[in-house]
């Protein structure tokens, strides 16, 4: 059952505590991506990774931080430093390295801070 | 760095009918791609239709059609026989080398 595993499906944490989403694929692809989904806005770019052990900031990298060991996972970490950390989180991924490729999306993590 | 903007945030349609989403983009790479996603109430983002910038002719997917016009840098997208299962958010989105940006969405309403 190939696809893109984002657990959990919601997720609550407490304000000062950081927190790390997870996202898997088995899809074999080249390139992992997390955007954050905001009420009445488009997805915004927080990282992205085209190869394992490198990743690039997107538009709103401040207050999160990623890792890419293994090809198949890019776990993302809201830490304290985001000064509004609740959102909808999605992953994506793309066949081959570039972003001029299609994203496949996974279920995303809503992630709510009180 | 590129733009997309959308200035339509609700749409309603007839089931049955045809309706047309706006989108217009700014970019300066010389190399892009277009996209629209649609995301359902479950969130799940869906890629509907895919254009290379380069492909002057419109590219199409069963009931779904885009309107490319480069010079104006407008990439619109046709439904047309619309169904119950086409109501959703829709997300434009333009694709270069190095960046890839969304709109802010449409909602469409499909009326029974």
């Known amino acids: 059952d190939g696809g893109i595993t984002q657990s959990p499906k919601y997720l609550f944490r407490k304000e000062g505590q950081n927190v790390t989403l997870s996202c898997e694929q088995n899809l074999n692809h080249d390139a992992m991506y997390w955007y954050r989904q905001d009420p009445g806005q488009g997805l915004r770019l927080i990282y992205y990774?085209?190869?394992?052990?490198?990743?690039q900031k997107g538009d709103i990298a401040e207050g999160y931080s990623v890792s890419r060991e293994k090809k198949e996972s890019f776990p993302l970490t809201v830490t304290s430093a985001q000064k509004n950390p609740t959102a909808f989180y999605l992953c994506a991924t793309s066949p081959v390295a570039g972003l001029t490729y299609e994203q496949y999306f996974g279920p995303g993590t809503r992630l709510t801070v009180t | 760095a590129q733009t997309v903007t959308q200035s339509q945030p609700e749409m309603s349609v007839q089931e049955a009918e045809t309706v047309t989403l706006s989108c217009t983009y700014d970019t300066s790479e010389s190399d892009y791609y277009l996209f629209w996603y649609k995301q359902p109430p479950s969130r799940q983002m869906i890629l509907v239709i895919r254009?290379?910038?380069?492909?002057?002719q419109n590219a199409t997917e069963n009931r779904f059609s885009v309107n490319f016009q480069k010079a104006a840098k407008s990439f619109s997208l046709k439904i047309s026989d619309s169904q119950l299962g086409d109501a959703a958010m829709y997300f434009c989105a333009s694709s270069g080398a190095n960046d890839m940006r969304f709109g802010a969405g449409t909602r469409l309403t499909v009326k029974p």
């Open positions: 254009q290379e910038a380069y492909k002057q």
């Open positions: 990774s085209q190869i394992v052990n490198d990743f």
